[in-house]
């Protein structure tokens, strides 16, 4: 049967263990994915910031060297119409040799164009530099001339030429910054739309971390009620035990006492009377004998055995129930059991009680002696003490019984044999208060304060 009984608790301690592992490792499972899912959002974060911060790198580069072309074309242009158009056209060198480094400076500006540009772009680029090319060239065929037909061939490629051009390369550079522009939005686009994976990556990670928990606090939350139900329906099984012991204890106690008053009464009454009528009958037989009869001896040593089995069965019966308990009151009984307890061992005992009007009830006067009398057993037998003081006072709504003795003393809190047991547990049973304070080579002091209404 206790087999049949610990397989069902083994098994239930084996489910509760692995629901609690699948409880841990479930959570656990969702804080590494709200680790992983951190960590790569973080990793992709750092990723588009990259990205975005070539883009806008990149989109810089390519409108400053945009704008380094169209600056460095107008500078030449304008150097050429300013040389062209001067009275001085023939004699001033400083001003063509001017010209010249200019227009080297707008090749090397498209030059200088990043290479990771459209095939669209690079062929505006080339565009552009094919007309400063062809500008230039023209530029040269006009200075080839006379001086007088170099100022007026010179004023009209300005008016013809120059102007138109520099019109058409202002029209490729805009339509190589809309490209420019273009390609940037593109990326930035591109750049959004990954954005937007990500938070909806985010959000259906935050949205399953959330449903996890969500399913992870039921579950727990069935769980613990589980266990809280389990640890009420054992404690209400404590409970009853416990009061299924204590009525058990009572009932015990009761039938304890309720045999020692019987055994003690047929002590008393029937073998004492026996005894009694034995030593009757030995003392008419010995009066039909004559003095100097043998037999006058045999009967003198019945008569004594008899009479030493007569006190011993009387200490017996009043050991067990003193009839004083019943017929003369506590008091009474707690100084005849002082007295015993004198006659019997070295230790002796002083009784200090008040004296009631009316004796408490049966349960505390027996329970009462009964703490006396094993306080005393145990201050004479286990503490070698030679003195004890038991003290008895009244209060409004209880009595105080107390035990003193000079004894050897003792851990309380460590030793704690039947005796002691046997009288906190009377002690309690009547609702009442049960202290013993004591300390090596220092005895003991066994104080219980038990309730019973207002006590006359």
Known sequence: MRKAEQKPQIDASER???????????????LLMMILAGVDSLRSLQKLNQVSNEVTQQFATR?????????????YTDQMEQYLLSDEIVSNAPALAEVTTRGAAVHLAVGNYPNDCAPEERSLLGKIDEQVSSQESRFSGVLANSTTERKRRGRTFVFEELM?????????????SVLNDKRFGEQNTALVLQFQGLQ?????????????????????????????KRGRERYLALSRSRQELESLSRRLVDAQEAERRSISRELHDEVGQTLGALLMDIGRLSSLLSPGDKLNEEIARIKAAAETAVKSIRD????????MLDDLGLVPALEWQARETSRQSDL????????????????????IYRVVQEALRNAATHAHAKNANVMLKRKEHSIVVEISDDGEGFQPERMRGMGILGMEERVRQL???????????KGATVHAELPIGRVP
């Open 16 to 30: 509760s263990a692995k629901t609690r592992w699948i409880l841990l490792g479930a959570f656990g499972g969702m």
């Open 63 to 75: 409108s400053h060297a945009l704008v380094a072309v169209v600056v460095s074309f107008h500078t």
């Open 164 to 176: 138109p051009r520099r019109v058409q390369v202002l029209q490729l550079a805009s339509a190589l």
């Open 200 to 228: 909806a990556r985010l959000a259906r990670m935050v949205f399953l971390t959330l449903v996890a928990g969500l399913l992870l606090s039921l579950v727990a939350g069935y769980y613990i009620l589980r266990l809280e």
């Open 316 to 323: 017996m019966a009043l050991l067990l129930r003193p009839p």
């Open 348 to 367: 002796e005992v002083d009784i200090h009680a008040e004296e009631f009007a009316n004796d408490p009830p049966d349960e505390v006067r027996v329970c």
């Open 431 to 441: 609702q009442g208060t049960f202290l013993i304070r004591s300390e090596p080579g």
